[in-house]
């Protein structure tokens, strides 16, 4: 049976690109939300799901982060990091000052709002669903005085007009996506363990002794983060990133100590750490 | 001269419910986005502005964060917490099968996303760019078969038919607010104080050590939330909040040795712990 990958769709989104990338021969499914492509997962309707969990400027995807420590019993067993370049969209060629409403998804127009401000003061913004709906909506919009911010592919896949390109407000715009899987993925020597936790007391001085479990083996964190444990304000679940996997001696005796420690505790997955290849880093994926 | 207070309109925002629990009788100025209260603050348009900052199931407004560590240098003066609650509005009577299109803020669909995939699994979700706009929108729909999500207020100024109350999937919802101002707030004796820093270094002991330096000093940290830097991926801000006031002799002292760990270090301001009034915390605010 050929495998089957659910993503983030519509296709022309960036997860669809990043399952692209995961597994190009597989079958890959678009779902409408994250939750269902965790939950299509979750149920055994498709063997893996790709979702975003982190971007480099607006930090972590909280739905992502929030099923996977409250809702399902899912693992993680690849990462993958991708370039995310936003294109400035329309049906054809127009001066900006045409331009009277803009579409995109709200976390795209965040992270182009310089630019709007700047460069598109007087169009309104309306948001969408994704950013492929984004291009979608535009392109069946009547009248010409409209754009979308939208991906690369997505441009090709609705035909539209690239006006001005990457005009994201911070160059370094990366996405890390996560496969999540029933089951992580086996030891490959430079791995990443991520786990959450949390604390029946509300006493900070309780995350310092799990830091200090780990900083007296030498375990390095590569990421800490807090969400909220949405019992109360004020009371949180940590996630935490380390270098090495769950399957190595003081790795395992490490997570056990601080197993002890935490009222809730829960291991997210241990997989090997994303490499990425120069045509990944810099190029540009065409089509 | 009238006191002016900005917050993140338009009226019908829990912004604005959390803007008159703190100066009903200022002059309350609608901005159409978080980053326009704050700008209008730095620029000293208006002498104050209220944000929300964190909501208990959501976590950290990240847009409100971001802006404090990046773009300005203004002081958290106050906090308040307020309880949020979503209603179904709808232009009159109808059955919840009728409805067909929801209109409503996408952090607030996501706060119903369990009420709206059993009770509306029919209706297809319209993103707004704000509570009150979904209700506006709603209301000028051709058609009756809509709802928005929306607030009380909202309801009350749009003369909207509420359906059904409270629909939100956790039962406590609370959003904190804080008033940003060129300064933050004397000594009261029941204080918080929120800083930001990162490390040069891409070495997690170093938070470790800061933590260090307020356990040894029996200083409580009441909250840790990483940010990314916008440099790279798996570079952080991170933000602290403490029990006690910046002039504090220990706090001061302390705060000066974690500054010397720290590449970037800035205090946000030292303000009262919001303590809720009986009616804040249960009753509902009428009109």
Known sequence: MRKSVAYLGPPGT???????LYQSEAELIPFSSISQVVSAVDKGVVGEGIVPIENSIEGS????????IHE????????????????????????????????????VISQCRKFLERSLPQARVTPTLSTAAAVEQMMSYPGEGVGAIGTHRAATLYGAHTLLRCIQDYPQNLTRFVVVAKH???????????????????????LYEVFQEFAQRNINLTKIESRPSKESLGRYFFLIDLEGHREERVIAQVLKKVELKSSQFKILGSYPRFIPRPENRFGRREG
């Open 14 to 20: 960036f997860s669809e690109e990043a399952a692209i």
């Open 184 to 206: 992580d993925h086996v030891r490959t020597g430079n791995d990443k363990t991520s786990l959450c936790l949390s604390f029946s007391e509300d006493r900070p001085g309780l």
């Open 61 to 68: 995807v909280t739905d992502t982060l929030d099923l996977l």
């Open 72 to 107: 399902v019993n899912l693992l993680l067993k690849t990462e993958l990091v991708l370039p995310i370049e936003h294109h400035l969209l329309s049906q054809k060629e127009v001066n900006l000052s045409d331009i009277q409403m803009i579409f995109s998804h709200p976390q």
